[in-house]
């Protein structure tokens, strides 16, 4: 939108046209016109069964149910009620302790708190950088608060973590501006399924090592963690927190971005909460206060009733397991989609960026928005993203995951969008 | 906090401490020492009844009941669900069918409208304009997207509205910058509980207009309605909403904020809405593209159980009707409190801000710190403002109501606070 009557556009470029919910939008149309199993609805964020209807975890459900209606409707303090924000702790660090002082402040879903990292550990008009495969929220998040979002190559050409990319990036923003927010969607990447290696990690760390060694610089590492509870196994896709806890420059903060959403599968329900870590008790406090006020002057409080529910399974080792229980058998049925897809993918000639767990699956593409196209007319609906097609196979019946890619393959040859 | 470690001020004054949230833990604290009945908590924001439990419209709370784990769990449209957006004028707007094209976007709460608001229809440095008597957070939501606040007295030494006063403000601002963003928090002003007249608004408008001549000028004027249902007769505290759907300027845009925390009593359940007139549908479709892009990139989408609540009460002649029943038994519980209260406070020459109907009324005093510390000594906690004390006749019992203006009297005489 190049020209505004009365709004302000105040350094945001609003096109109007939100891709996840175009294509989202485009499905719902096609499923209305020619019936549910007729359509591949791959566009939707969340985990859905093959009948198409959303997964609820049974425990979760249970507890919504047992919430009196002043649960509900009281207000939450500001920051979260407190029983939640420890719940918070045990939610993403599990059985780990860390060293570092921690602080967590409520948000709503993941989104806020990653409005709230940016809000807080950047300034106007400076870049943000995170990865060219990216959740394109990201830029908008950046742009609302006149902030630009700036990206690093991923991979290499042979489908690695691009480490080199990654600090050139680093070290030409520095050379710009003295604040540095790094976003790391991991593990098990939206939109490309991939997860950051222990290996990946002491390379990243060690690029910001470096970058820190110049004290006039300070650098947040934000890790969004959106999808780590349907990545695999819980203690070892949580490893590399030990590493965002270790013995870090005083200059650099590590930031999580926690989310209900998936890992509750409250996704409507609107809770998350931002964390730090840092070994100076005054950086932890510093952040809970600034965080605190952005809640207060952007949303207010929080959402009550999901805080209680994870105070409640966070608190009841008993109900806890009950939930990775359920929750392992919803992974089971996901992992069970990735691999069909995967398998089928090879045997069409399909090139996938690597994925190894998660909601989305991405295709390396030159067009695509023209093979988006081309497939929807085949009643085929998925995300086009600046790189590439992305296509949720949470959101896909395991039948669909087998034949998809050849379909997705046909589609890319019909449209010469290139495939690597 | 005037020294940042590794956060960023970004234009904000974060002092850590919010006045309403500081009130109510303190009294907390006391009722947990001396118990409920010792302890005057008016502090709070929300309905109680006069044991201290937060008040809940039954049909609210069996429609809570009767929601399914999906209708809570799924995600919303940014924007909001459809048929809650038609709710929500409904529940503005009553049996009035606005002649401007109106269009309204889903938000956390009154807050997250607010900011909106601000983030839309003026620009970074701007000044934003309330009265003088205010709630704090406008400040908060204004620094925390570096705008700051400007006030006008709201009324003149005998208690009338000062329309001079705005006036000369809205003159002054807009010798400074091409925008102003006007806030009124009307009917039952948040904290002193007075309603602008109808004649206040045709002051009100006819000042715009005139500062509209300038076409090189933009006014938005923004309704904060939170307490609209708690003023008193729906239709009667609704009339002022006709003259912001009258024959405006084109350069004047109407604004309301809409909140179900109070008038739903599902306060911790952070929905609401920011709503437009105007008589260019395509400043409505403008107000509605930018918006989203704000919920997109703020909070994501917003609580989807509420919105289906909503949904359901304004689909329902007959279940809209008996929440209009309950409501009325609310409103005149609260009416009881304030009578009371005036009444009290006329017998012990205590002058109030002029009271009408509403959660709060005030106390004009010179120094509310030192009054309100003095009262917490005595077990009374209410909120000191920056020209007054804040009581709550929401969250106190009639029986307080009738002893409380003379403590506070008797307070205010022994910290020289002064009282008018």
């Given at each position: 939108m190049?020209?505004?009557i ?18 989202s ?13 007729k359509?591949?609805n ?60 921690v ?66 990036a ?54 969004d ?35 209900m ?40 409080n ?19 397991q ?13 992992q ?40 929807h007319?085949?009643?085929i ?9 992305r296509?949720?196979?949470?959101s ?6 087998h ?18």
């Amino acid at each position: 939108m190049a020209d505004f009557i009365m709004a302000q556009g105040n350094a945001r470029t609003i096109t109007g046209v939100d891709k996840i919910f175009t294509a989202s939008s485009k499905a719902k149309e096609l499923i209305a016109r020619y019936g549910k199993e007729k359509v591949a609805n791959s566009t939707i964020g969340a985990l859905l069964d093959d009948r198409g209807e959303l997964m609820i975890l049974p425990t979760v459900a249970e507890l919504l149910k047992e919430l009196s209606p002043a649960e509900f409707a009281e207000y939450a303090p500001i920051a979260g009620i407190p029983e939640y924000l420890e719940a918070v702790r045990t939610a993403v660090f599990e059985s780990y302790r860390p060293q570092s002082a921690v602080e967590a402040v409520a948000s709503p879903g993941g989104t806020g708190a990653i409005r709230n990292a940016i809000e807080n550990y950047t300034r106007r008009g400076e870049l943000v950088l995170t990865a060219d495969w990216f959740w394109a929220p990201y830029r908008t998040i950046c742009q609302e608060i006149e902030r630009d979002l700036a990206t690093f190559a991923l991979f290499t050409p042979d489908f690695r973590f691009n480490l080199p990319a990654l600090e050139a990036a680093v070290r030409e923003i520095l050379s710009k501006q003295d604040r540095l927010l790094l976003i790391l969607n991991t593990p098990a990447h939206n939109p490309t399924g991939y997860t950051l290696t222990d290996e990946d990690w002491d390379g990243i760390l060690s690029v910001l090592r470096t970058a820190c060694a110049d004290k006039t610089k300070q650098i947040a590492v934000l890790a969004d963690i959106a999808y780590m509870d349907f990545a695999g196994e819980a203690e070892r896709f949580r490893s590399f927190l030990r590493k965002l806890d270790g013995d870090l420059p005083s200059n650099l903060i590590s930031l999580i971005a926690f989310s209900m959403s998936k890992s509750f599968t409250l996704y409507g329900m609107r809770c998350g909460a931002l964390l730090c870590m840092h070994k100076d008790p005054a950086v932890a406090a510093e952040f809970k206060k600034v965080c605190s006020f952005s809640g207060r002057g952007t949303w207010s409080n929080c959402s009550r009733a999901p805080m209680i529910i994870l105070s409640r399974i966070c608190s009841d080792p008993a109900l806890k397991q009950k939930l990775e229980q359920e929750r392992s058998e919803f992974l089971h049925l996901l992992q069970k989609r990735g691999q069909a897809f995967v398998a089928a993918a090879e045997e069409a000639g399909l090139c996938l960026a690597p994925y190894q767990s998660g909601f989305f699956i991405s295709i390396p593409c030159a067009d695509p928005d023209a093979a988006a196209e081309h497939l929807h007319q085949e009643r085929i609906v998925l995300v086009p993203l600046a790189k590439g097609l992305r296509v949720s196979v949470a959101s896909l019946s395991e039948a669909w995951c087998h034949v998809l890619p050849a379909r997705i393959k046909a589609a890319l040859d019909a449209t010469q969008g290139g495939n690597k």
